[in-house]
């Protein structure tokens, strides 16, 4: 027989859809992983409700601050639960600075504080006076925003010179119960933890006092420089409606102490026990 050359075998192709490129066993595939940008993608359980609790805990950490600043009141205390809440998540509300607050427009604006400075010479010139921030003096308005926050940054690290009293000790002849020898204990903590605090704030508060003299002294070349603290209050509706006081009136403008002004003991007629010769 003649040589016969021997053909390979022509598969048929199947009949599908030109514009689809994966191989049909593994598009039909029911264990096939949908890629992320795929419609049908969904994350697992678990990585949904990790996701969920994350943003869950940072929407938390945004809200309590302004709910801890909404409770309080006047003198300064708060609700003990928003106490509590916030402390749990202190650390991460201070690292991401989500405590900040724009007191100067809501929802209580309190009042400003400016610095008066007096700079003495040795030579005998009249002593130059001025304050801080200066509307007249501070252009543009960023200057003076910058002298604002110096004065608003001084006030707000003031600290008494006299540190925090520290707790009454017991009388030498007193029988303590336990109870009582632990809440001794918890208070020595307590003003341990205080006078820590007024150390650091008292230096800091001395520091950016000294900055300011020794820049005065240098801006003047005086010898010896005097600055006070000054705050502007708010007029109230009584001031306005019944007084007619203006915002910018002299009376608006109280010099701060140094030295907190402390009050002595009321005279004992003007305490609970009638003044002598009254009758009883």
């Known amino acids: 027989m003649p040589d016969q050359k021997i053909l390979p075998t022509v598969v048929p192709l199947v009949d599908e859809d030109p514009m689809t490129t994966r191989p049909p066993s593994i598009a039909s595939s029911p264990e096939r992983k949908l890629a992320p940008n795929s419609p049908n993608f969904t994350l697992p359980l678990g990585w949904r409700i990790g996701l969920s609790a994350l943003l869950l805990f940072h929407l938390l950490a945004v809200f309590l601050p302004p709910f801890q600043f909404a409770c309080r009141v006047g003198n300064g205390s708060s609700s003990p639960v928003a106490d509590g809440l916030v402390s749990w998540f202190r650390p991460y509300i201070a690292a991401m600075y989500l405590d900040h607050g724009y007191f100067f427009f809501a929802p209580n604006p309190g009042p400003t504080h400016l610095v008066d400075y007096k700079v003495e010479f040795a030579d005998g010139r009249p002593p130059v006076t001025g304050r801080f921030p200066n509307l007249a003096e501070h252009t543009p308005r960023l200057k003076y925003h910058r002298h604002f926050m110096i004065s608003e940054a001084l006030n707000n690290q003031y600290e008494p010179p006299t540190p925090p009293p520290e707790p009454s000790p017991p009388a030498l002849n007193a029988q303590q119960t336990d109870r009582e020898r632990k809440i001794q204990v918890q208070r020595k903590e307590a003003h341990q933890i205080a006078l820590t605090e007024w150390t650091h704030r008292r230096k800091q508060y001395e520091a950016m006092k000294s900055s300011i003299e020794e820049h005065l002294l240098k801006t003047y070349g005086g010898s010896k420089v005097t600055i006070t603290r000054v705050e502007h209050r708010l007029l109230s509706p009584f001031d306005v409606s019944d007084l007619g006081m ?35």
């Open 246 to 280: 203006r915002p910018g009136d002299a009376e608006t403008y109280v010099n701060l102490p140094e030295t907190p002004v402390t009050t002595g003991p009321l005279p004992r007629n003007l305490g609970n026990e009638p003044a002598a010769g009254a009758n009883r």
